[in-house]
């Protein structure tokens, strides 16, 4: 083969890998490396662009509860199992009518575009409320939930209803464990 051929398509070669690499890291920092879930910055932006386009949409927060004793007491792995239990359940929920999100720690979004095709947030409740089990120890897990519909907001900003979501996820932990407002 001549040399030329191959230095000329070298250059190229390397623009294509670069640009593979880049690829993979702008997706890998859009999703979460333990959950699989989209980050805080890969779900505001696609959860501002479904909102804005479905006036019946539902914002969601969810905190894990007591999720400190789970690593205090089993140990970070265990937490880590928590975690994932959590974000699959959390998008089963969503299904295809939305998009769920890892904020940080034990903290998870997620934003429906058509509520009426999901489970109901009772439904999300129970399946959030399921014990884990981690190297045969069961682990207790329970979440607050608070929620916000789009067309109750004044303004109906992404922002607003997760401040709103905000206040309804502290009201719920605020009646006690396994609640949702």
């Known amino acids: 083969m001549d040399t ?55 914002v969601v927060l969810v905190d894990l509860d007591d999720f400190k004793a789970i690593n205090d ?7 880590d199992t928590a975690l994932m239990a959590t974000a699959r359940r959390l998008a089963d929920w969503c299904g295809r009518h939305g998009i769920a999100a890892r904020l940080g720690g034990d903290e998870f979004a997620a934003l429906v575009t058509d509520p009426t095709q999901t489970a109901g ?18 682990l207790p897990v ?10 109750h907001l004044p ?8 401040t ?4 309804a996820m502290y009201a719920a932990k605020g009646h006690g464990r396994r609640n949702t407002r």
């Open 4 to 58: 030329h051929v191959i230095a000329a398509g070298l250059p190229a070669l390397g623009w294509a890998l670069h640009g593979g690499l880049l690829t993979r890291r702008l997706s890998t920092a859009r999703r979460d490396r333990l959950t699989g879930l989209h980050t805080r910055a890969g779900w505001t932006t696609r959860a501002e662009h479904l909102l804005a386009k479905h006036p019946n949409a539902l």
């Open 73 to 79: 007491t089993h140990g970070h792995a265990a937490g």
């Open 121 to 138: 947030l009772y439904a999300l409740q129970l399946a959030l409320d399921q014990p884990v089990t981690h190297n045969g120890c069961v």
């Open 142 to 151: 329970a979440a607050s939930v608070g929620h916000c519909h789009r067309v």
């Open 155 to 162: 303004v109906p900003t992404l922002t607003d209803a997760l």
């Open 164 to 167: 709103a979501a905000d206040a």
